[in-house]
């Protein structure tokens, strides 16, 4: 089954960048969505197709993808952005939702 | 604006069938590009896809539930449904229902119900 591998976790002082890779084989080929997940909410999806933003959520959030992995950016980094993230794929060879392990991102 | 709303037991026993509901306002159930997924997420760990329904009955289980999942549509009620059978603690979690959008082969959750929390245990 595909596999999607995130850091467990990401520190950023504040006002900076933070950066948080999802890996998996050909991942290039393949639009990766982005979920913030603050605690005890239900996850937020904040980037889709790789790199689009859905309404209200502010440009600081930004995406990509390579050959080597998939990028979620947060510019400007806030204490609010402190949250676990997500990154999900379609695995259509089977049908199948795949989320990877997520990624604590913590504001110094 | 979409919402959706999951309901049901708190507490199922081992051995017991798990059930819940999520109600959707705000949008039709029967919306063309429009998918209704399962995810859950035991007690500190990650998100974990269950499965996703089309408004015509048709879903995708993920394969390691498959055998214990059914998941069905009530479009008269603008609602979907999740049993998972033959429940173990390890189905404890906080269970969510949202919307999966479809578009250009690709799908992802763009509206989530607020989670429902569920235990096993005796």
């Known amino acids: 089954s595909y596999v999607l591998t995130q850091p467990p976790s990401v520190s950023v002082a504040p006002g900076k960048t933070a950066t948080i890779s999802c890996g998996g084989d050909?991942?290039?080929?393949?639009?990766v969505h982005w979920y913030q997940q603050k605690a005890g909410q239900a996850p937020v999806l904040v980037i889709y197709y790789s790199s689009d933003r859905p309404s209200g959520i502010p440009e600081r959030f930004s995406g990509s993808n390579s050959a080597t992995a998939a990028t979620l950016t947060i510019s400007r980094v806030e204490a609010g952005d402190e949250a676990d993230y997500y990154c999900q794929v379609w695995d259509s060879r089977v049908n199948h939702v795949v989320f990877g392990g997520g990624t604590k991102l913590t504001v110094l | 604006q979409l919402q959706l709303q999951e309901s049901g037991p708190g507490l199922v026993k081992p051995s017991e069938t798990l059930s819940l509901t999520c109600t959707v306002s705000g949008g039709a159930i029967t919306s063309m590009s429009s998918y209704w997924g399962w995810i859950r997420q035991p007690p500190g760990k990650g998100l974990e896809w269950i499965g996703t329904i089309y408004y015509s009955g048709r879903t995708f289980y993920n394969s390691s539930l498959q055998s214990r999942v059914t998941i069905s549509v009530d479009t008269s009620n603008n609602q979907f449904s999740l049993k998972l059978n033959s429940v173990i603690a390890a189905d404890t979690a906080v269970y969510y229902c949202a919307r999966q959008a479809y578009s250009y082969g690709e799908y992802y959750f763009d509206s989530w119900g607020p989670g429902t929390v569920v235990t096993v245990s005796s």
């Open positions: 050909n991942i290039a080929s393949k639009g």
